[in-house]
């Protein structure tokens, strides 16, 4: 018997839903140590158009925990590298690298129109409620990805509505912009920690397990909304 790269994910969600995902587009803003995981994983299920955002170049001190870059590609940029894995993956994954700062303006200049998922990897709180009111307007689900440095333990992580968390200086942050703009916060789907930060330092401390960890859970919420096998509560 002859296997595909979608074979053993079609025992575990139907060829159906393969084929479903193969129709889809989503948008991942933020290629880190959250968002690279869960582009890799979205490319490798089949998701068959991705846009990949991000402003930066890689850094050596990525590589302790962002899993989509090696050492030879410190100082490229990371959302080029994000299409160059994608293609060493699958060749039937449309991956769309794009490098720019997320913000209302340069949301203004784009068209993710046809994304049916928007995913919010950034560290930057008015780069996260750009994404927020974008995803309002054009009526997009988008699921955020709220604090992971300075954590251990990825069983710690949950998905929650925007207005069920607590305990994270980000998300009450995040809430505390969303409400003086008139976002309604139990439309945000959210991934928190419920672990408390082990360090408090000037540089947020970090290593592969928790911004993974959170990386998944983004793209299996994906997964399963673009699929149809999850019903939103």
Known sequence: MNETIDSRTSLLIGEEAVKTLKEKTVAIFGL?????????????????????????????????????????????????????????????????PMNFSVSEETLKDKDFGKCEFLIDCVDDIKAKV??????????????????????????????????????????????????????????????ISEEEPLVKLPRPSSMMMVPSASGLLMSFYVIKRLTHCMEEK
């Open 32 to 96: 880190g140590g959250v968002g690279g995981t869960a582009f890799e994983s979205l490319v490798r299920a089949g998701v068959g158009h991705i846009y990949a955002v991000d402003r930066d170049v890689v850094a050596e001190s990525n590589l302790n925990r962002q899993i989509l870059f090696t050492a030879d590609q410190v100082g490229a940029q990371k959302a080029l590298c994000a299409f160059v894995r994608a293609k060493l993956i699958r060749q039937d994954t449309e991956v769309v």
């Open 130 to 191: 750009a994404l927020m009111k974008y995803s309002v307007e054009k009526d997009i689900p988008l699921i955020i990805c709220l604090g992971m440095g300075n954590r251990l333990d990825p069983s710690k992580l949950k998905i929650v509505k925007l207005n069920q968390t607590s305990g994270d200086p980000l998300a009450r942050s995040l809430r505390d912009k969303a409400k003086k703009e008139g976002l309604p916060l139990d439309r945000f789907t959210c991934v």
